[in-house]
DNA sequence: TTGAAAGCGGTACCAG
DNA sequence: CTGGTACCGCTTTCAA
């Protein structure tokens, strides 16, 4: 990698010279003379400037990071998508981490972006704990919660409405006559899924709908979890005639079900899933 | 931010007896007394290193990158968290950048990583041009390729092989009595789009197959173009009566295509596509 | 056993 | 208009 040092050498100038040049903001008059000579130096050394020295230099690095609990999770990869591409039409670079819904990790990245000195964290917590983010609120340093945040701990945070995202769709459910539906999600310490139960919870009562524990799993939220827990709620002795399910892959582990039960949709049962991916 | 001074200061040693303590390495001899006070100083005001003038100082960032064309497709979504795992593992930071199957912007993401001091790269590259790549090679900048290369350029990279799965997925078809069978795929410029017709075309010689440019589409990977690919092949003359697709958006495309049609899988049509999604 | 100083690659301020 | 210098925060000789 080239250096201002050597661009400079080339040139024949100053390095600080060189910088002034390339940077070319400030009112510095400059002869068109060294413009061109610096220029034509960096370019034939294919000179970067050295984004880390910069960065300490300045005291910003243009640069935010994004941490999320799941990467392979269309929905949080749909998310970093959309931010990745806002940043980069921002001029900031973005960093993805994924946590793989493991508190230590996040924990660590944590550490690990803000010790890098990026602008701005951007997160998805994996929520099993907030001290760290407590901790962040602290030292004032910038950061958002997407998603998922926490009732007891106030920050900024954007996350959609998922009680009443809820109601409505056990509203639309009861419409339909159904008056025994099940609930199936992942783990209830998860804000999101904390909201929808709360909405779920909400409809049952005040529409008079059929209230049991064996109608509410939260066992977990993959594949295999959806598959399995379905089966379950499936064989119950009065099974539910419908489904609410938070969670995309539950949803693909309860067709499973479905289909191995020899259940069609909607003629023998209905469901409405929590899910954004295109299927 | 606590610096190393800071920490110094509160410990009353000199910064670089921090820095020693701290690392620990070095077969530096240091008094426990002195030991003692550093690290309860650090502890006290919650010191992290600075990375970015930590990687300057050594000329090494424990970071590496990964550039692939869209963090929104499963397929990436999975290469990307297992390469994070990995690195988590290792030691490393993982850098995920999306270049959005832009090729401008994985030129610019190359240089803005390399700028940024990371230690190895890692590309799914868009495959529109390679010169940047080239570049690469000449400085030996340590990157490989993953996904897709480049016949006519030699570089570590790691692929699958996709023509031979192409080609007996063919087979099978063909095993089950199809004539003729269409190839359903994106732009024909990416390396495992070109195997897998490679594939395809071997196995449409080999066998005797329907040879007809009507059944081969290289329209785009998206999903709403694998669907009005599909409809158009359905309304040839001589419809295929089996489908190769090479692309898990484009499959789903195709299925909706089919629902419409009122086709079903595998009475009316059958299809093999490239994909690793859990649906 | 610890301190002092140099330097990684930039930027910014002061001189000239 | 350009050069010199200090410094961002850390590591690493070299001395003491």
Known sequence: ????????????????????????????????ETRKRVIAAAKSLDYQPDQRARALRLGKSNTIGLIIPDISNPFFAEIAKSIEQESYDSGYTLVVCASNEDQE???????????????GLIIAPVQDSYEHLVDLKKRNYPFVLVDRCFDEFETNAVVSDNEAAAFEAMEYLKDLGHKRIGFLSGRSTIYTIRKRRQGYQKAVDLFGLDKDDALVSAGGFTFEEGYSETLKMLSLAHPPTALLIAGNRITFGALKAFVEKGLTIPDDISIIGFTDSIV
Chains 1, 2 share one sequence.
């Open 1 to 32: 990698m080239a250096t201002l040092k050597d661009v400079a050498a080339l040139a024949k100038v100053h390095p600080s010279t060189v910088s002034r040049v390339l940077r070319s903001v400030e009112n510095v008059p400059i002869t068109e």
């Open 105 to 119: 990790k996040e924990i660590d990245f944590v550490h690990n972006l803000i010790s890098r000195g990026i602008d």
